[in-house]
């Protein structure tokens, strides 16, 4: 069984186009244990999670080192846009064509890095209405959990 574990990044750039990203790394059931343990044992000290923004250069190699021999692959979408764009918006473009791929790459559990409960709410109104489209399938069940309870995320 493959999961998805995803999260976002936003990256405004006054003059030009403003850049939003959603990843998700895929995991096959089999190496979540494995792959929880190794994160943690990359965190520092009293730090509740690893955030990569957070690293220093020096730990942003060493970390990398690490997960590149994990058992993972990951999946991007990225929606280039204007200032008249709302960042909501370039999410959603951006989580409805993540959720498309996932579900053709075979993946049954996707789990998002929670915002807040007004904001992952509309993700469910759009995952509501990617499913009554039929561009996803009944198969793929989608929750929101935040990244300080699940290290894969």
């Known amino acids: 069984m493959l999961t ?33 343990a190794t994160l943690e044992s990359l965190r520092l000290g009293k730090s509740p999670r690893l955030h990569w923004r957070e690293e220093s250069s020096a730990r ?9 021999g994990m058992p993972v692959h990951g999946i991007v979408t990225v929606y280039l846009h204007g200032k008249e764009t709302r960042t909501e918006r370039a999410r959603r473009r951006c989580l409805e064509k993540l959720l498309v791929e996932l579900d053709h790459a075979g993946v049954t559990t996707v ?4 915002r807040s409960p007004d904001q992952d709410h509309l993700d469910l109104l759009l995952l509501m209405g990617v499913r009554k489209t039929r561009a996803l399938s009944k198969n793929i069940r989608v929750s929101w959990q935040s990244s300080h309870k699940e290290p894969l995320l």
């Open 4 to 36: 998805a574990y995803v999260d976002e990044s936003l990256r405004r750039r006054p003059d030009d186009c403003s850049v939003y990203a959603m990843a998700a790394v895929v995991v096959d059931s089999t190496d979540h244990d494995d792959i929880r």
């Open 60 to 68: 942003q190699l060493a970390i990398t080192k690490r997960l590149a």
């Open 111 to 114: 789990l998002i890095e929670s």
